[in-house]
């Protein structure tokens, strides 16, 4: 027995072709109030995750400051690598990569710097963790070169450590904060 627009049938029909046609004018509007997030956009960090990812880069840095090789070492994770990249006097891209260890290695209380980050923009999920923050860094008090980090976190233990330091490096245009 076939459905005719007669009767129940037809009143199921028409309530049916009601509801598509709502649905078909509604959810474009809907769609267009969700927030413009992309897919692989991780959710922003927020709270105690957030604070704890920042506390681990501050022991690096103040490893850094230190010149306390050690320390620097509690810090990270030791299958990590540093990667600079910055421009030569001529032009040319210069990109160094280093482990840890080899980055350790020049590491010393002679050797000491500061570097300072700024507003840092952290992403969170799960047990890794990425934080993109412009920095200076000073030797003796004087900027000498200034850039982005960026920092790749794993936590292992509950604890956080920096995977991976990968930086931007200029001399020009640095600010003086």
């Not at 037809?10 to 969700?34: H, Y």
Request: charged content about 20%; overall charge neutral; some cysteine.
């Amino acid at each position: 027995m076939g459905l005719s627009e007669s009767g129940e049938s037809g009143r199921v029909i028409a309530a049916l072709r009601a509801i598509v046609l709502a649905a078909a004018l509604l959810l474009p509007a809907a769609a267009a109030a969700q927030p413009t997030r992309k897919p692989a956009d991780p959710p922003p960090a927020q709270g105690a995750e957030a604070t704890a990812v920042i506390a681990s880069i501050a022991g690096l840095l103040a490893a850094f400051e230190a010149g306390d090789a050690v320390a620097m070492l509690r810090h990270v994770y030791p299958d990590g690598r540093v990667t600079a990249s910055g421009t030569r006097g001529d032009g040319s891209s210069n990109l160094r990569q280093q482990s840890w260890a080899e980055f350790a290695a020049r590491v010393r209380p002679d050797r000491a710097f500061t570097e300072r980050i700024s507003d840092p923009v952290i992403d969170i999920d799960d047990d890794i963790a990425m934080v993109w923050a412009p920095f200076v860094v000073r030797v003796g008090g004087k900027v000498s070169n200034c850039g982005v980090d960026h920092f790749d976190l794993v936590r292992e233990k509950g604890t956080w450590k920096v995977m991976n330091l990968t930086f931007s490096s200029r001399t020009a245009g640095c600010p003086v904060q």
